[in-house]
């Protein structure tokens, strides 16, 4: 089955404490991008790749990392996490850039105390 | 920079009614794609439509339509019969053309859609 993957789906964690959040697809897929999606702010794209080891900075890139050294997997890295990074994130995949189609991922909701 | 705006942020109606969600985007280039993706109540976030700057017939699927018009830069889609199964956010979304490799996709804020029995 064609999917995105996500782990954890749900995570609470403290201020400062590195965490990662997975994210796979089985789709062969190009294009991999994260999105947090924040209540009257829909959602607002934090980082895309269009390949592997090419990766470049959406409209939120602040306080994030992410790696793409496979083409399958493109995780998203809070080294210091603080509250006002508390939302639900999501993966999401397309053949060959933002102009198709996205697969979303069934979403990773982060609260950080 | 490329926007886009959803200024309905909630809509209510009775289930048979029909509703049109607006969607208005504002961008510099020629060449850009336009979507609407769905989110129910389960969260997870299903594509409905794409639409590329080039081609503005209007499109119906089922009890779905939607209208593109480039002079308004609006890009409306209207639900007709709706059913409780409709109630939904609804997000409108634009990417332009690779500018420079930017690949940017840009959502709206969303339309929550609740349709009353």
């Known amino acids: 089955e064609a999917q995105v993957t996500q782990n954890p789906r749900y995570l609470i964690t403290v201020t400062g404490k590195k965490l990662t959040v997975t994210c796979s697809q089985n789709?062969?897929?190009?294009?991999m991008s994260w999105y947090r999606q924040d209540p009257g702010l829909g959602l607002r794209q934090i980082y895309y790749?269009?390949?592997?080891?090419?990766?470049d900075k959406g409209d939120v890139p602040e306080g994030y990392k992410v790696s793409r050294k496979e083409k399958r997997n493109f995780p998203l890295i809070l080294e210091s996490p603080s509250p006002n990074q508390t939302s639900l994130y999501f993966c999401?995949?397309?053949?060959?850039?933002?102009?198709?189609?996205?697969?979303f991922g069934p979403g990773t909701r982060l609260t950080v105390t | 920079a490329q926007k886009v705006t959803q200024a309905q942020t909630e809509i209510s109606v009775v289930e048979k009614e029909d509703v049109t969600l607006d969607c208005v985007y504002e961008?510099?280039?020629?060449?850009?794609?336009l979507f609407w993706y769905k989110q129910p109540p389960s969260g997870e976030l299903v594509f409905l439509i794409r639409?590329?700057?080039?081609?503005?017939q209007n499109e119906i699927s089922g009890r779905y339509s939607w209208n593109f018009q480039k002079s308004t830069s609006s890009f409306n889609f209207t639900i007709t019969a709706s059913q409780v199964v409709d109630s939904a956010v609804y997000f409108c979304?634009?990417?332009?053309?690779?500018?420079?490799?930017?690949?940017?996709?840009?959502f709206g804020q969303g339309t929550r859609l609740t349709i009353n029995p």
């Open positions: 789709m062969n897929h190009e294009y």
């Open positions: 999401a995949s397309s053949f060959q850039g933002a102009g198709y189609e996205q697969y």
């Open positions: 961008t510099r280039d020629t060449t850009y794609y």
């Open positions: 639409r590329n700057s080039f081609d503005e």
């Open positions: 790749s269009m390949n592997v080891e090419v990766t």
């Open positions: 979304a634009l990417s332009e053309s690779v500018i420079q490799g930017a690949q940017k996709l840009v």
